[in-house]
């Protein structure tokens, strides 16, 4: 069963195409194969162990009793041995007493072997002259010691027979006197004496052996005992005795007892083969491993249902999982047990349930996210289309500031890009009643040049209401060799405001869906920015031209009226200053009076004029100034005279802080000069007492200079517009100083590269501080 | 040159009556006798030599109608009859980029319109005694 079982599993495991699908149950065949093996390992093991001892038990015991045995035999046999050679014995003494007595030697020796059939031949031998006196049955000759034999009297002796040289003769001696009875005994008749082996078995063998530990025998002397194995292995002496096993005559294991007779002189054994005994242990044997294997037989019938019966349902939840694997999630096992693996199969069941639901919506999800994919991926492809285009739009736009240029390059754009039959572009004309061509990628018109806003055709009506439309028919251009399978038009709308249209035809009728529909309209957004921008640009442009223009005639028109206001004041001052020299005579102090104020109204409308026209020269950048290395200390010793004129009639105290050496300077002197004195001036003018202090330090590559006054200080909201234009203009009763000093020092600093900025305190003072690169400034020409 | 300003004659080139008239009276307030006024530069070559014997100096105005100041002194310095005069541009354009180009074509002078009343008696002494004056106001 359990065979099948792995059968029916490798067949199964085996008929799988796809092996790695299967990988994880390569141990599959192996489980009920490893539980049969345990099982009959269980099983035979023990009933074999139990199976050798008990034999080896049995075996053991009936050794011992065979030894027992052998034992009990040759003490017997000694015995038997022992009262057959005395009444040989006897015999002879009796045949002695009578020679003794004068009987006729010969036929007493005749006599005695008649009586005593035992004995094979009789000798009677003088010891003294060593001569045979009689003899009978077998001959005696003068080769045997018979000596040997008198010196052995009354023991059982081997002499070797005068026959041959092989055979001996057990024999018996008597002695008396000088004499020597010699009774050579028949072999036959002493192994029967012996032979009898009551309890022995067949094959029970019964040896004598000599004090030598020579074994003889009718055949003669068979082994020698040093040659023989068995025999010191249980002769602890000739005269010992003991029971031991070793291989037979024949190599047949046999086990033999020995005996030595004191009186015999004689070693007796009784061997028996050990296979004669051990029989009924063999039988024994065979039966326990009969009965061993007959119960591994019923273990492993038993093993092999129960390992059916594990294995199954394991096996059947193998199956649905490895289904379950391959992704057939409807798998069930059909186990109904109420054991361990019945619980296992309702987790495994409930488990795969779960997982049934949950790969159910992870398969709808992975649909939804699938789907969701594709739909971005088509978006993403329109969108980068889209951005492509856009961007080739973009930078078309950027660089093509010519409208009919730019039209006609967007048109070809968008034609080839989207493979159109046509792209054209209208544009609606001021009247904004038609939509005028104005560029295609055809290079011409394929509809009339004007379209009425309005109108029937599709440009008209997209013109007239601003939404894209779709045409879709079977519309054959004349003079076309391509049918026009549907034609769209966008409107090019900028603020809501209809600038044109531009109108597509394509020869596939799966154009213009809903996603390109999209990306036209980002690009006609693009084409209206386009246009409205290089509309834009071209008013720019024109105004700039114009403003530049504007500049021009401004410029001439300050130099025209600056040189117009100042032929009228050169009367005015003119005269009025050869009135006041009295050249044309004597002036009263009214008349003076009146006249200083003609003059010096005069000298400050001119120098506002002056400082006008300077200043709009700074504005237009046409103010001449060249850089040359600069002698500050020069420039500063001027500028510190003029300005000790200035102050002759206040009470303020001018100092001047200059490090020495003064630094170095590669600047516009002149310019300089004018901001320096600029800012005194400017000083001055609202100082009337205390001090005005002029300060030049050294920071990294910039010379600062600063003017401090303690005057009345600049409100905070003057301060900002205090550089702009006429700034701090107050109707200018100083002499000679116009309003725009400081908008043409701040104007002059910063074309020689620097700073101007002013701090102030109300009633405290005010100080103006600008800087100057001491490195000629950028675009100032040096003076040559 | 005639230092005795009583003996100089000199020209003004100016279409403005009025300054004309301011710089005819200083001159005479130095004691110069002989004043002509023409209002432009052709005039000049008509006909200053048909009035005056000789020109010591011309006060030239650089704004003039028809021809600007600076042809006139070319055509002045053409004509030999003109060739030891001195010819001072006086004018209201005050830039310095004029009074350069007043420098490099050959004036004598320049004097900044207005007039300053004050300083040009010694002007005019300076110009007459081969100075060379340039003001610009």
């Known amino acids: 069963m359990a065979e099948r079982a792995i059968r029916a599993i490798k067949t199964y495991l085996f008929s799988q195409s796809s092996p790695q699908a299967f990988a994880p149950l390569g141990m599959r065949g192996g489980l009920g194969k490893t539980l049969l093996i345990a099982f009959l390992l269980l099983a035979i093991v023990p009933l074999s162990l139990l199976a050798f001892f008990t034999y080896h038990q049995i075996e053991r015991d009936s050794q011992a009793r065979l030894g027992s045995l052998l034992e009990d035999v040759v003490v017997l046999k000694e015995g038997d041995l022992r009262a057959w050679f005395e009444a040989r014995e006897r015999a002879l003494s009796l045949a002695a007493v009578a020679l003794e007595e004068g009987v006729d030697s010969g036929q007493m020796l005749v006599q005695t072997q008649a009586l005593e059939p035992a004995f094979v031949g009789l000798t009677l031998v003088g010891l003294s002259q060593g001569t045979t006196i009689a003899s009978t049955g077998v001959p005696a000759t003068g080769a045997v010691d018979w000596r040997s034999v008198g010196d052995n009297h009354g023991k059982l002796v081997f002499v070797r027979a005068p026959g041959g040289p092989g055979e001996l003769l057990p024999a018996i001696g008597y002695r008396w006197d000088d004499r020597l009875l010699v009774g050579l005994l028949s072999w036959d008749l002493l192994e029967r004496a012996i032979s009898a082996s009551p309890g022995l078995g067949e094959g029970a063998t019964t040896r004598l052996v000599t004090e030598e530990g020579q074994i003889v025998s009718q055949a003669g002397q068979f082994l020698p005992s040093a040659e023989a194995g068995w025999a010191p292995g249980f002769l602890s002496g000739p005269h010992g005795q003991g029971v031991a096993r070793y291989p037979g005559e024949d190599g047949i294991p046999v086990m033999g007892a020995y005996l030595w007779s004191p009186r015999l002189g004689v070693g007796i054994i009784v061997e028996q083969p050990r296979n004669a005994l051990a029989a009924p242990a063999e039988n024994l044997t065979a039966l326990v491993i009969g009965a061993t294997l007959v119960v591994a037989l019923m273990t492993a019938a038993i093993a092999a249902v129960v390992t059916r019966r594990i294995t199954r349902p394991i096996i059947q939840l193998t199956e649905t999982a490895a289904w379950m694997a391959r992704g057939d999630l409807n798998q069930r096992v059909p186990i109904v047990r109420k054991d361990e693996i019945g619980v296992l199969a309702r987790v495994f069941n409930h488990m795969a349930a779960e997982l049934r639901v949950l790969y159910g919506s992870l398969e709808a999800k992975v649909a939804e996210r699938t789907a969701q994919l594709e739909e971005a991926n088509r978006n993403s492809r329109y969108y980068i289309m889209q951005l492509s285009i856009s961007a080739e739009v973009a930078r078309v736009a950027s660089s093509i500031r010519e409208l009919d240029q730019l039209l006609d390059t967007v048109a070809t754009l968008i034609g080839r890009a989207f493979e159109l039959k046509s792209a054209s572009i209208y544009l609606l004309d001021e009247t904004g009643r038609r939509a005028v061509w104005q560029a295609g990628s055809a290079g011409v018109p394929l509809t009339d040049r004007e379209l009425q806003v309005d109108g029937p055709s599709l440009v008209g009506q997209v013109a007239a209401h601003g939404d894209r439309r779709v045409l879709r028919q079977d519309l054959h251009q004349e003079g076309s060799a391509a049918p026009v399978a549907c034609e769209m038009a966008v409107p090019l709308c900028l603020r809501e405001q209809i600038l044109g249209v531009l109108y597509l035809q394509s020869e596939r009728p799966e154009d213009f869906g809903d996603d390109d529909q999209l990306v036209y309209r980002s690009l006609a957004d693009q084409i209206a920015i386009a246009i409205e921008n290089a509309r834009v640009y071209g008013l720019e442009r024109e105004t700039i031209h114009r403003l530049r223009e504007l500049d021009e005639i401004q410029a001439e028109f300050l130099v025209n009226m600056s040189h117009a206001l100042r032929t009228p004041l050169n009367s005015i001052i003119g005269f009025s200053r050869v009135m006041l020299k009295e050249l044309d005579g004597p002036l009263s102090d009214l008349q003076r009076a009146d006249l200083e104020t003609i003059h010096d109204s005069g000298r400050q409308l001119l120098g506002l004029i002056n400082d006008m026209l300077e200043l709009s020269q700074l504005e237009l950048g046409v103010a001449p100034f060249s850089a040359s290395e600069v002698d500050l200390e020069e420039i500063l010793e001027g500028v510190m005279a003029t300005t000790q004129a200035l102050v002759r009639n206040k009470r303020v105290r001018l100092t001047m802080d200059v490090p020495v050496p003064a630094p170095s300077l590669f600047t516009d002197g002149q310019r300089l000069r004018q901001v320096i004195l600029a800012l005194m001036s400017n000083a001055v003018k609202y100082t009337d007492e205390g001090s005005i202090r002029l300060q030049i330090a050294e920071t990294d590559g910039a010379v600062k200079i600063s003017v401090s006054d303690t005057g009345a200080g600049i409100p905070r909201v003057e301060r900002e517009r205090i550089f702009a234009n006429g700034g701090q203009e107050e109707g200018g009763d100083g002499a000679g100083g116009g309003g725009f000093g400081l908008a043409i020092s701040k104007r002059v600093v910063e074309r020689l590269g620097g700073e101007i900025w002013v701090e102030s305190e109300e009633g405290v003072g005010s100080t103006f501080t600008f800087t100057l690169p001491c490195d000629p400034a950028a675009g100032l020409p040096a003076r040559g | ?137």
Do not use: C
């Open chain 2, 1 to 137: 040159m005639a230092q005795n300003l009583g003996d100089v004659n000199v020209l003004i080139v100016e279409d403005s009556v009025r300054n004309y008239a301011l710089l005819a009276r200083l001159l005479s307030f130095m004691g110069v006798k002989q004043t002509e006024w023409r209002r432009s530069g052709w005039q000049v070559l008509e006909f200053a030599r048909d009035v005056l014997p000789q020109v010591d100096l011309i006060l030239l105005d650089i704004h003039l109608p028809e021809e600007d100041g600076y042809k006139v002194l070319a055509r002045l310095r053409e004509d030999g009859r003109f060739r030891d005069t001195r010819v001072v541009a006086v004018t209201a354009d005050v830039s310095d980029v004029n009074l350069s180009r007043a420098k490099a074509v050959g004036f004598d002078g320049f004097l900044a319109k207005p007039i300053n009343v004050d300083l040009f008696p010694d002007q005019i002494r300076r110009i007459l005694s081969g100075e060379l004056v340039w003001d610009l106001g």
